[in-house]
């Protein structure tokens, strides 16, 4: 199923894994800085660590007491477009009670927002949301409606009171030379964007080059997945740890 295959009229199938539960077809729509929480990660000799930048979490929400978080379960959530695919062992195998991966295949910025509201329940306590989405936007290069659909989700996951964390948009390849601008461009907004809403941000920066990406040029190859999804579990556990 590729990342660009969603046009209008058709419709995508949220798939979670974690939970067991899997939410009905929706219909279209119309990669923080911390002060230090997260430790630098290490994926091995061929990986270097990945940056998160995080500052003091934006909230709308009312600060609950020790006692009523340490009541609420805590859950850690990733959702995404369809690049998330495969990622669900590493980060869901150490207790898929309190993880789960939310892939929506051939998703835009505007589907996750969309989506959350029967991703997220309120009677859960979250220490972290990670986000992981823009690849299919960038296929337009209209870098102006990809700001302002972020900006929007910027506001919808404020009302959940969780720690955000945006993971940077991952290279294309053979899709021509404005498409790789445009997702240097993005990514570059991004990381400013996070960094003035109080969100996290972890940067892949070029990483994911010859040999990790897929035929398409846009999905990822098995060795690609494999440290993809290790570098987002790796995020995952210290954040519940």
Not at 1 to 8: C, K, L, M, R
Not at 118 to 140: E, Q
Not at 156 to 168: D, M, N, T, W
Request: glycine share 10%; aromatic share 6%.
């Amino acid at each position: 199923y590729s990342e660009e295959a969603v046009v209008q009229g058709e419709h995508w199938q949220l798939v979670t894994s974690g939970s067991g539960q899997c939410s009905t077809p929706a219909p279209n729509p119309p990669t923080v800085l911390l002060h230090n929480r997260y430790t630098l990660l290490s994926a091995g000799d061929k990986e270097s660590p990945p940056t998160v930048e995080e500052t003091r979490p934006c909230t709308t929400k009312v600060e609950q007491s020790p006692a009523t978080t340490a009541r609420r379960k805590r859950r850690v959530v990733v959702v995404g477009d369809s690049l998330l695919r495969g990622t669900e062992a590493p980060i869901c195998r150490p207790d898929s009670s309190s993880r789960e991966v939310c892939c929506l295949p051939g998703a835009r910025i505007r589907d996750v927002t969309e989506a959350l509201s029967r991703i997220i329940r309120p009677s859960d306590y979250y220490p972290m949301l990670l986000i992981h989405v823009g690849t299919n936007d960038t296929a337009r290069c209209d870098t102006e409606r990809i700001k302002c659909d972020y900006r929007a989700l910027g506001v919808r996951v404020k009302e959940f009171g969780a720690q955000v964390v945006f993971s940077s948009i991952l290279p294309v390849k053979g899709r021509g030379p404005g498409r790789e601008r445009c997702i240097l461009e993005v990514n570059a907004w991004l990381r400013r964007w996070c960094r003035q809403e109080g969100f996290g941000f972890l940067d892949h920066g070029v990483l994911f080059q010859e040999g990790l990406l897929g035929g398409d040029g846009v999905h990822l190859s098995r060795s690609g997945k494999a440290l993809f999804g290790h570098r987002l579990a790796n995020l995952v556990r210290r954040a519940l740890n």
